[in-house]
Each structure stands twice: as structure tokens, then as C-alpha cells.
Nanobody, 115 residues
Framework: QVQLVESGGGLVQAGGSLRLSCAASGRFLSISTMGWYRQASGKQRELVATVTSGGNTNYADSVKGRFAISRDNVKKTVYLQMNSLKPEDAAVYYC?????????WGRGTQVTVSS
């Protein structure tokens, strides 16, 4: 069984920065895509960014140039550096790990951005 534990959320002023971390525990194939999704109140969950085991990244248009995703395969951890935060970035951010065999989710971490 794989567990994903997010950390780093909190309250920040607009224009500020936060760094989210997601540590994976348990056994899983190294060939897995890890990523971040978010869900704002009253909205559907949406992709924020993903990174493959080979380091290829993908970003939602709304965060390009402001957010950066990275992963440490030795530490089994994925990071999301969020800069120039906007009030519309406020949401619960969820960590995801997936490949063709499974799809795991963390419990989420709250990000609040004050204007």
C-alpha cells in the first residue's frame, strides 16, 4: 500500500510564495508520474502540474511561469514551488501518484491566499 502525505500548505498574502511537499511511502514502481491537483470550494478538481519519473513536466496554463514542480526519486518526494500566488490559487492541493497499475491520492493540504 502506498501512502502520500502532503505538507507545506498555509496562509499567504497575494504575491507570496509557498512550497508544498508530498512524501510517498510504501512500494511502488519507479516508473510513475507524480503530480499536484487542486480543488477550490465549489469547483471540480483540476490539474496543477505533473512530473514523470524521467523529469518531464506538464503545467496548467494558469500556473505556468509561477509554479515549478520537481521530484526526488531517492526521497520519493514531489515538490511544488508556488510563487506570485493569487487569490484564485486558493484551494486544497492534492498529491497524486499514478502509473498503468494504480492511482493514489493524498489527503490534501489547504492553501489560502489573502488579497
Amino acid at each position: 500500500q502506498v501512502q502520500l502525505v502532503e505538507s507545506g500548505g498555509g496562509l499567504v498574502q497575494a504575491g507570496g510564495s509557498l512550497r508544498l511537499s508530498c512524501a510517498a511511502s510504501g512500494r511502488f514502481l519507479s516508473i510513475s508520474t507524480m503530480g499536484w491537483y487542486r480543488q477550490a470550494s465549489g469547483k471540480q478538481r483540476e490539474l496543477v502540474a505533473t512530473v514523470t519519473s524521467g523529469g518531464n513536466t506538464n503545467y496548467a496554463d494558469s500556473v505556468k511561469g509561477r509554479f515549478a514542480i520537481s521530484r526526488d526519486n531517492v526521497k520519493k518526494t514531489v515538490y511544488l514551488q508556488m510563487n506570485s500566488l493569487k487569490p484564485e490559487d486558493a484551494a486544497v492541493y492534492y498529491c497524486n501518484l499514478r502509473n498503468i497499475y494504480y492511482d493514489y491520492w493524498g489527503r490534501g493540504t489547504q492553501v489560502t491566499v489573502s488579497s
